[in-house]
């Protein structure tokens, strides 16, 4: 599902499934997530969709209700797939996303549309961080960051 979910001649809406059927999958424990590399595999490729999701958002001139749709189903797939996950992980994913929030640039003023699609990058990859810190169950405050 997620191979398919890369393909660029798909329709927006069948994405929207494509990532609603993912969390629904991760939700149900259907698959053992917390083991070997495939969790930075799976949250980086996350991550890519949902990036080149808000570029293609942004390139349009008026984007629909489904591109908003296929984002938030990509981040309630991150929040349902880091639910399955412990505690030490989440954080190692919380500071994973943190690195792939594009940083504050100063851009010139004759290209207002290069900082918009990086300020809106940056708001959507908050929101992922969100997604997967609401999972994080602290113990001790003291353990929550290395």
């Known amino acids: 599902l997620m191979s398919h979910l890369g393909q660029k001649n798909l329709d ?8 609603t059927v993912l969390s629904g999958i991760f939700n149900s424990g259907a698959i053992d997530a ?12 996350l991550l890519t969709h949902l990036r080149s999701s808000v570029e293609s958002m942004s390139n349009n001139r008026e984007p629909g209700p489904d591109s908003r749709n296929y ?12 639910s ?15 690195g792939k929030v594009p940083p504050r640039l100063n851009f010139d003023q004759s290209d207002p549309r290069a900082a918009d699609i990086e300020s809106e990058l940056q708001h959507t990859m908050l929101k992922a961080l969100l997604t997967v810190g609401e999972k994080y169950t602290p113990i001790q405050f003291t353990t929550t960051f290395p």
């Open 12 to 19: 927006t809406k069948v994405r929207c499934g494509i990532a």
């Open 34 to 45: 917390s083991v070997g590399p495939s969790v930075l595999e799976t949250i980086n490729a």
């Open 71 to 82: 984002n938030e189903a990509i981040l309630n797939a991150l929040g349902e797939y880091s």
């Open 84 to 98: 399955s996950l412990p505690n030490f992980q989440i954080i190692e994913i919380m500071i994973f996303v943190l």
